[in-house]
Nanobody
Framework: QVQLVESGGGSVQAGGSLRLSCAAS????????MGWFRQAPGKEREFVAG????????YYVDSVKGRFTISRDNAKNTVYLQMNSLKPEDTAVYYC????????????????WGQGTQVTVSS
């Protein structure tokens, strides 16, 4: 069992930065691939970034490449999403999720989810 708690969301102007954190409970955190997803009002949940259980492999959706960076600290049971050059279209609730298998962009493949944190980017 893994419990996930996101933090770090907020309101920023376009071009600003935020760093999201996702703290995990459970001693098996290091064996899970982790993903960040987002969901804007009226839209489906969208994969944003993922990182393998050992942090050697990362994957991003094209719209955030070069602006967002996912990382993890297995000693702290925490995964991060550094978001730079934010745009209004990045506005959404951001969720972290844990997957026993490999990184995937499919939400239903993830086993555990956090409650989400709101990110609002104004123009």
């Amino acid at each position: 069992q893994v419990q996930l708690v996101e933090s770090g969301g907020g309101s920023v102007q376009a071009g600003g930065s935020l760093r999201l954190s996702c703290a995990a409970s459970g001693h098996t955190f290091s064996s899970y691939a982790m993903g960040w997803f987002r969901q804007a009002p009226g839209k489906e949940r969208e994969f944003v970034a993922g990182i393998s259980w050992n942090p050697s492999y990362t994957y991003y959706v094209d719209s955030v490449k070069g602006r967002f960076t996912i990382s993890r600290d297995n000693a702290k049971n925490t995964v991060y999403l550094q978001m730079n050059s934010l745009k209004p279209e990045d506005t959404a609730v951001y969720y972290c999720a844990a997957n026993r298998g490999a990184i995937t962009t499919v939400p239903s493949a993830y086993d555990y989810w956090g409650q989400g944190t709101q990110v609002t980017v104004s123009s």
